[in-house]
């Protein structure tokens, strides 16, 4: 199996900074595409940003200049830094990530999720 466990939310003023840290374990070939997702209290999910194995990053226009999505291929790790964080930011922050597996002679590629992390800031 295939987990992602996030850290790195919490409370925040406007303007502050957190860095959100998301660990992919478990039965994995490689890892493709990796990025975080914001889910707005009432709203759906909406992707933040993205970034490919070979470092090819995609970002909302809402967060670009603010936000900076890393990843360290050794550590199966995808980093969100955040900066100048508005009230509108608040949200739950999942990751996700594109696992490949493989299964003796073949491979399957599926999306995993983490569990999520709440980032609350304050006016």
């Known amino acids: 199996q295939v987990q992602l466990v996030e850290s790195g939310g919490g409370l925040v003023q406007a303007g502050g900074s957190l860095r959100l840290s998301c660990v992919v374990s478990?039965?994995?070939?490689?890892?493709?595409?990796m990025g975080w997702y914001q889910q707005a209290p009432g709203k759906q999910r909406e992707l933040v940003a993205a970034?490919?194995?070979?470092?090819?990053?995609n970002y909302a226009d809402s967060v670009k200049g603010r936000f900076t999505i890393s990843r360290d291929n050794a550590k199966n790790t995808v980093y969100l830094q955040m900066n100048s964080l508005k009230p509108e930011d608040t949200g739950v922050y999942y990751c996700?990530?594109?696992?490949?597996?493989?299964?003796?002679?073949?491979?399957?590629?599926?999306?995993?999720w983490g569990q999520g992390t709440q980032v609350t800031v304050s006016s």
């Open positions: 996700y990530a594109d696992v490949e597996r493989q299964h003796g002679d073949f491979f399957t590629e599926d999306e995993y």
């Open positions: 478990g039965s994995i070939f490689s890892i493709n595409n």
């Open positions: 970034i490919t194995s070979g470092g090819t990053t």
